[in-house]
């Protein structure tokens, strides 16, 4: 818890920052500077030519859904073999397959380490209203019979695609507003305690500090069961995260929050989840958590295949401005947009959804990026297979205009 791609020529379309402006006009279509067409992700709009990339063919008018993906065909082509479905796209609309958000801790006062199996499917249904197309509740640091209780919950939804379980595995140097009296060293995967949690089927993905003493092959356990395992609230070295890169890391959590910042003589765990090419990067977009400026060097830094917007949703998302609840033993309030511990600056979690990170990506770096990093690239790291089962369309001003559920 806790624009700008570059220009590829000179003039007037660069900011007094020097980033790149998106081209509303092309509806922000752009490539990162230096990455290959490989990584594209696919914008679909109607009556438009793209280039090819990750969906397929230019769009003329029929969008179509089918197990290997998209694909776009005219009227007279037909439609592939298989279990394909046509859906007709509307003029002036771009389409995006619907949100997964991997890093979510409760939204309308529910909290995910409390909330009742019927919270949770209150959580889906306000979710699916912005977009959303599966989730990952996720822990904060608790003892391992709580986090058992949160899998054991979670009701049989089809957006909920597992569990994020965060901590407690932490740094007490890097708390952000976790529970420190939670904290704890990683255990050995076998620990009578915390085995039925990490070989739970719905455990998804692990946040932990790769520097603290049993953190490597407790990685190298988790990652073997297929769990992504992710460095988070860490002090790690540029050299301990790459020894946990090595043992199994798959993604840093909440990029620039809660961790070592870069130096020039001792790049930390920012400096490596800008360096190493193959691992993902969570990154808060809210325009809170982290600057324009600051996501803007992360895009450049990273391939856009390995950068995942996540919400960081906290239970104060939703709720009035001056709000004040609890969060996990702290006392906090929502000023500004933004969910602080009482008397702090620490940011507990955020306000915000994908459907706000999107907009807002969308408006700073492009739709391209913002399809990339709010839909297709979660996906990935997920094993999600199959064509989307909801599908937005949004309007040019990025306003959504529909959620559709192809069948």
């Known amino acids: 818890m806790p ?9 007037s379309d660069r900011n007094e920052l020097g980033f790149h402006r998106p081209d509303h006009r092309g509806h922000g279509l752009g490539t990162l500077h230096g990455h290959g067409g490989a990584h594209r992700t696919r914008i679909l709009r109607q009556g438009h030519s793209l280039a090819r990339g990750v969906f397929g063919l230019p769009v003329t008018r029929f969008l179509t859904l089918g197990s290997e993906g998209f694909g776009v065909y005219e009227p007279e082509e037909g439609l592939p073999p298989g279990s394909w479905k ?5 003029a002036d609309a771009v389409l995006c397959p619907g949100f997964v958000d991997i890093h979510i801790h409760g939204a309308l006062g529910i909290d995910t380490m409390t909330a009742s199996p019927e919270e949770f499917v209150s959580l889906c249904d306000w979710l699916a209203e912005q977009g959303y197309e599966r989730w990952l509740p996720t822990t904060v640091c608790c003892k391992a019979d ?7 919950r979670l009701p049989e ?3 909920i695609a597992g569990f994020h379980l965060e901590g407690p595995f932490l740094s007490p140097k890097f708390p952000g507003a976790q529970p420190e009296s939670e904290i704890a060293p990683p255990p050995a995967f076998d620990d009578p305690a915390w085995c039925p949690v990490f070989r739970h089927p719905k455990l998804k993905i692990v946040t932990l500090a790769p520097e603290r003493e049993g953190a490597l092959p407790l990685i190298s356990a ?3 069961r297929g769990v992504a395992v992710s460095m988070g609230h860490t002090d790690a070295t540029f050299d301990e995260a790459s020894r946990g890169f090595s043992a199994g890391l798959r993604s840093a959590t909440h990029t620039f929050n809660a961790m070592r910042g870069l130096h020039h003589r001792e790049p930390g765990a920012l400096g490596f989840a800008l360096f190493e090419e193959g691992l993902c990067a969570e990154l808060i977009y809210d325009r809170k958590h982290v600057s324009p400026e600051a996501a803007s060097i992360l895009l450049k830094c990273k391939r856009p295949d390995k950068v995942i917007a996540v919400s960081d949703s906290s239970p104060a998302t939703g709720l009035q401005e001056g709000t004040a609840l609890t969060l996990w033993g702290n006392q906090a309030e929502v000023i500004d947009g933004r969910v602080r511990l009482v008397g702090t600056n620490t940011l507990a979690g955020s306000t915000s959804t994908l459907l706000d990170a999107f907009r807002n ?13 709010a839909s297709t690239n979660p996906r990935r790291l997920l094993g999600l297979e199959g064509p989307p ?5 949004f309007g040019l001003d990025l306003s959504l205009k529909e959620i ?3 069948t």
């Open 3 to 11: 624009d700008r791609v570059p220009a590829e020529d000179s003039g």
């Open 86 to 90: 046509r859906v007709e796209a509307p």
């Open 146 to 152: 709580a986090a058992l209780s949160v899998a054991e």
């Open 157 to 159: 939804h089809p957006m």
């Open 222 to 224: 988790l990652a073997k």
């Open 361 to 373: 990506l969308g408006a700073d770096f492009g739709l391209e990026v913002a399809i990339s990093l």
């Open 389 to 393: 089962g909801v599908l937005l369309t």
């Open 404 to 406: 559709a559920h192809p």
